[in-house]
């Protein structure tokens, strides 16, 4: 019998003295083997000693202890959560401030950010995991240099229950005819655009399926909770696929609703997972959008980007201390806390310039549907989400927070006739732009009204920030005065008049409706003498302003007097300070020399006034 023994290696073996002394070589070089004509015991022989010097050079393996990575806490309140997409796949390196994945609170979609260095060796908690606990063991980490594939999942982890595997794609039939020849598109999913949205509308795609996306560009407009938001992509590549269509109703955050290539891949052959099934498409748009190529950014995460951002800051002023000169976030925190800078507004980009034909109309939030006649004597309308919201909010406001009122008649006749000499000398301002400025200078001399409960402390904003609460077809909208209290009266008309057509067109940005220190509610417009406003959380305090009306005084001369009422949070603001912020208001609208003094009640005299 003839044997064969390919080896990579050169091997010399012995054999017994029953069965003389042989030896076998294998070619080292070419896998050729130089055969010699062996017995069968031979071979056995060979083959034995074979296996056992091939157990003794072979190193052990052993699994290696991998670093717990759990889920983070990423809000004061946040107890659970859900990871919505994964950033970094098993076997990538990862350095301090990497983004390691986007994980849906319950307040917002939050980057997670690791300052831990080495290699994602096992993901254990997949994506759309459903409430996750916090503390939880999400996925491990090996040092650099070690075998991150034997990396040992310990028995007792938390994540065990809930490692899953994603769930099988079950192929279109478009792909069952050409197997494995779909692109795999990038997942694009409902953004969280407001820190309490969570569900929102698709008003209106800006692009079309096919149009190339650049970083910045605008994909679509949402209706949320609080008004129709931009959605802009920081992804580059083509919109290959739209999932979810205009008018869409209640898209939940995190849900895809459309599919991306990269630039160069054949868009119409985008792979459409299975568990997800394109809503009925609306009627193809004849025009398309211009593309607005943006500067690509340099390489920095979400945080930082964010950081930048609202400090107006270049990261070429700040020293970078990541790996290979990375920005970390704790840099920026550092370079702020240092120079002790505060928030700026966002600057306005003026929008570029594009043919008419190709022009952006400015998006509507959408009109509540048509009452459909259910039966006799009622019909039933579609209650929006933000109308929804509006109502969660003001519950849980007269549910929680003791509201107290304070009430005081106002004599206006001095404030009407100064606003007729402004509106003489070109200047038109309302009765409602001389209430906020006076409530702005009230705030200033009492500082415990501006006031903000959060949790189980008191915090007093050193910034002066007045909503107003603006009607609108969706429902109430509470834009934002900024430092209305270093306004003048022009300015603050201007700032009203601006705000409240945004808000009405559906077109407020976040920084435009969140925040706030104090409200100021008017009604006198709508013929409404008085009425107590509900308080508007984190706030603690809220102003109703009803209409004029002519009545005797105890002269029985005709007089002008308004009505205000002071809704206040009894746990942050007492009945004493209350009846002075009241008092000061009144004075300041009963004799508007006072305001236009800058609310120095006592300069008047000195002056003469």
């Known amino acids: 019998m003839f044997c064969l023994f390919p080896h990579p290696e050169h091997i010399t073996t012995s054999c017994p003295d029953d069965i003389g002394q042989q030896q076998i070589i294998v070619a080292e070089d070419n896998w050729t083997t130089q055969i010699r004509q062996l017995s069968f015991q031979h071979c056995i022989l060979f083959l034995q000693l074979t296996f056992w010097r091939d157990q003794l050079q072979e190193p052990a393996k052993f699994a290696v202890a991998g670093q717990e990575l759990k889920m983070p806490s990423l809000s004061p309140t946040m107890s659970e959560g859900t990871i919505v997409k994964w950033l970094k796949k098993e076997g990538d390196p990862i350095a301090p401030g990497d983004v390691l994945c986007d994980i849906q609170t319950d307040k917002a979609v939050v980057s997670f950010e690791t300052e831990e260095e080495g290699i994602l060796a096992k993901i254990l908690v997949q994506e759309d995991a459903k409430d996750v606990k916090v503390g939880t063991v999400i996925a491990l980490m090996v040092a650099e240099g070690e075998d991150w594939k034997s990396v040992e999942v310990p028995s007792s982890s938390d994540a ?147 950081l930048l951002e609202q400090y107006h800051l270049q990261s070429s002023q700040i020293t970078a201390t990541g790996r290979k000169g990375k920005l970390l976030k704790g840099d920026v925190l550092k370079y702020i806390t240092d120079n002790k800078l505060k928030p700026k507004i966002p600057k306005e980009v003026p929008p570029p310039s594009a043919p008419k034909a190709a022009a952006r109309t400015p998006a509507k939030p959408p009109k509540p549907s048509v009452p459909k006649q259910v039966g006799d004597g009622y019909i039933d309308t579609e209650v929006t989400s933000m109308r929804r919201t509006i109502a969660k909010r003001l519950t849980e406001s007269k549910t929680t927070i003791p509201h107290a009122y304070g009430v005081t008649d106002c004599t206006i006749d001095k404030l009407i006739v100064l606003r007729k000499q402004l509106k003489e000398d070109g200047i038109k301002v309302s009765v409602n732009d001389f209430v906020i400025k006076a409530v702005a200078l009230a705030l200033q001399q009492c500082p415990q009204v501006n006031a903000l409960y959060k949790g189980e402390e008191v915090t007093y904003p050193v910034d002066i920030d007045i909503s107003v609460a603006v009607a609108t077809d969706a429902g109430l909208v509470t834009p934002i005065v900024k430092a209305a ?81 002071l809704s206040y949070d009894g746990r942050a603001i007492d009945e004493e300070v209350a009846s002075e912020f009241l008092d000061v208001v009144r004075e300041m609208l009963e004799d508007p020399s006072v305001m236009l003094l800058g609310g120095q009640r006592g300069l008047r005299e000195k002056i003469g006034f």
């Not at 394109?278 to 500067?295: D, G, L, M």
């Not at 940005?509 to 709508?526: I, R």
């Open 485 to 565: 209290d270093a306004k003048g009266l022009e300015e603050i008309s201007a700032a009203i008049q601006d705000l409240a057509k945004k808000a009405r067109d559906g077109k407020l940005q976040p920084h435009e409706f969140q925040g706030g220190t104090f409200t100021v509610s008017n009604l006198g417009m709508y013929g409404v003498d008085e009425f107590s406003a509900i308080i508007n959380p984190p706030q603690c305090g809220i102003l109703a302003v009803g209409g004029s009306r002519t009545v005797l005084d105890d002269d029985r001369n005709p007089v002008t007097k308004m009505k205000i009422t």
């Open 160 to 306: 065990s229950s809930s490692i899953q595997s994603p769930p099988p794609t079950v192929p279109s039939s478009e792909q069952t005819s050409k197997p494995g020849s779909g692109v795999a598109g990038q997942e694009v999913k409902m953004p969280s655009l407001s820190p309490t949205m969570s569900e929102g509308t698709i008003v209106k795609w800006l692009k079309n399926e096919g149009d190339s996306v650049s970083p910045g560009d605008v994909l679509c407009d949402i209706q949320t909770d609080k008004a129709v938001v931009s959605f802009e992509t920081e992804e580059e590549g083509v919109l290959a696929k739209i999932l979810v269509q205009e008018d869409v109703k209640d898209v939940k955050v995190g849900t895809l609703i459309a599919l991306m290539v990269s630039p160069g891949e054949d868009w119409k052959n985008v792979e459409i997972p299975s568990a997800t099934a394109p809503s009925p498409p609306s009627a193809p748009r004849a025009t398309a959008k211009p593309t607005v190529a943006a500067p690509q950014s340099e390489s920095l995460g979400p945080a930082v980007r964010t």
